[in-house]
C-alpha cells in the first residue's frame, strides 16, 4: 500500500495494483480500476515512486524462501512428456506376474 493524502489533508493508504491512470492537471487526479477517481496532494512523479519503492519491497520479502527453493525446481520430463521417476512404482507397472 502506498501512502497518498487527499485534498482535505485526509491521509489514506492506496493499493498501488488498482491504479489505472494518474494525471496531473492542476490538481493530480487517480483513476481506479473500478472507476473511481481520487484528487490527491503528491506530484504524479512522487506517486510513481512511491509505487516502484512499494512493488521493490513486495519482490524483496518474496525472495526470503531462499536463493534455490525446492517448489521452483522443474522437473525433467522422460519419454512422451512424462515426469521421469528414479524407481518404477510397483502399483503402476503394467507388467507383474501372478503368484
Known amino acids: 500500500m502506498i501512502l497518498v493524502t487527499r485534498l482535505d489533508r485526509q491521509v489514506m493508504l492506496l493499493n498501488p495494483d488498482l491504479i489505472v491512470t494518474v494525471e496531473e492537471t492542476p490538481d ?21 515512486n512511491r509505487v516502484v519503492a512499494y512493488r521493490t519491497m513486495v519482490l524483496r520479502r518474496s525472495g526470503s524462501a531462499g536463493a534455490n527453493p525446492k517448489y521452483l525446481a522443474r522437473r525433467r520430463l522422460g ?3 512424462r ?4 524407481r518404477p512404482d510397483p502399483q503402476l507397472s503394467f507388467h507383474h506376474q501372478d503368484s
Open 28 to 48: 493530480t487526479v487517480i483513476t481506479l480500476l473500478n472507476g473511481h477517481h481520487l484528487l490527491v496532494r503528491e506530484r504524479a512523479q512522487v506517486l510513481l
Open 79 to 81: 519419454q512422451f512428456g
Open 83 to 86: 515426469p521421469k521417476q528414479d
